[in-house]
């Protein structure tokens, strides 16, 4: 989907939200977003298909009860990216809290393990290695650092975001949201060349 | 704006980018996540709008954008002025006093003198001073005034008057 693409589907689900048609909206913004939201979910929760589906709902539901609200003041793609993003980061946090629990609790990390498995498997199948470094080098990053990379960089070209935008979702100013970012991408480098050596 | 980006996060950077973009394209959307998810949105969704509440809507959504609503404002005000019955310029006011004036009061003014009150703002709302004096030196005298002075005429008090500025009786001073 281009920009000109994205720019009609935003008219029409702002059209179709004034109008109060809010089921329409909701069909018009999963046809278009979804593999966006699912896509973006999927990168910052390191791969766990499973956690993204479940984010990526969390996400619609949000939107669905912010319908009401939505005064067009930013596009429906950064709208939507701004849940998600928050979305994302309350799992991470979660996640992290689990984790602990469950290493408290020896007995239940061999299920853990058992569900991280596939996931692993899942990385080992790709078929270039720089990729598989670039992904556990993202993985490195902390929660929000990554989440900015990805806004920019890994939601594919048509829906990439510009930095002013992700720091209007961050909610810092542009000047800080471009040094996170260039910070982030040095680091990653790091990352991989460290664990390449 | 790919362009800009050796620029903006330098060399080392780019193939970086360039495998995060490739990650993009990697992950599929399973199918049962879209169902899954207009079926719950259809308890969450608010109920339909009003009517108003879809107006209300709609002024909130351009209450935040002047570039949109002024023109409309101002369009709405040129309408409205040109539909509002303005007076017209060409119409003189007499026309619309005389129109608007009580019909008792109508003849107990001279046709003259309703002249020189509609008057334009323009002309002087005094005769010329050669008429003044013309008209007062043949004029005949009050029956009660008199003069005092047989050589003190009307029109030399009257002159004097005019001239100072004064308000003497005619021939009191001098």
């Keep these: ?197 | 704006m790919r362009g800009d980006e050796r620029e903006e996060y330098g060399e080392e950077a780019q193939d970086v980018i360039e495998g995060l973009r490739r990650l993009a394209h990697r992950s599929e959307t399973p199918p049962d996540l879209r169902p899954a998810i207009l079926a719950q949105g259809e308890r969450l969704l608010p109920p339909q709008k009003k009517r108003l509440a879809r107006w209300w809507t709609v002024i909130g959504v351009w209450r935040p954008h002047p570039l949109a609503w002024g023109p409309v404002v101002a369009g709405a005000f040129f309408i409205a002025g040109v539909l509002t019955p303005w007076p017209r310029a060409d119409v003189s006011l007499r026309d619309t006093l005389s129109e608007k004036s009580p019909a008792p009061a109508a003849p107990l003014l001279s046709k003259e003198s309703t002249e020189d009150r509609l008057a334009p703002p323009t002309m002087p709302s005094w005769p010329p001073k050669q008429e003044m004096r013309q008209q007062i030196e043949s004029a005949p005298p009050p029956p009660g005034i008199r003069p005092r002075c047989g050589t003190a005429s009307p029109a030399s008090g009257i002159r004097r008057i005019s001239e100072n500025g004064d308000s003497h009786p005619a021939g009191g001073i001098g």
Excluded at chain 1, 90 to 102: H, M
Excluded at chain 1, 145 to 157: A, K
Aim: aromatic fraction near 6%.
């Design chain 1, 1 to 197: 989907m281009g920009a000109s693409d994205s720019a009609l589907v935003d008219a029409q689900v702002q059209a179709a939200i004034t109008a109060g048609k809010y089921k329409y909206a909701l069909e018009l913004l999963t046809q278009a977003y979804l593999d966006l939201v699912f896509g973006y979910c999927v990168r910052v929760l390191n791969e766990e298909t499973s956690r993204a589906k479940d984010v990526a709902q969390q996400v619609l539901e949000e939107v669905c009860r912010g319908f009401a609200g939505y005064r067009g003041e930013s596009s429906v793609k950064t709208w939507l990216l701004a849940i998600a993003h928050h979305q994302c980061l309350k799992e991470i946090a979660t996640g992290a809290r689990r984790r602990n629990i469950l290493r408290k609790h020896q007995d239940d990390v061999a299920a853990y393990l058992h569900a991280e498995a596939p996931i692993l498997a899942e990385s080992a199948m790709l078929a270039q290695e720089w990729q598989v470094r670039l992904a556990w080098a993202l993985d490195r990053l902390n929660a929000e650092d990554r989440s900015i990379v990805i806004m920019r960089f890994g939601v594919g070209v048509a829906h990439e975001l510009s930095v002013a935008e992700i720091a209007r979702i961050v909610g810092i100013s542009r000047a800080s949201a471009y040094r996170r970012l260039q910070e982030a991408l040095t680091r990653l480098r790091r990352i991989m060349d460290d664990e390449g050596r």
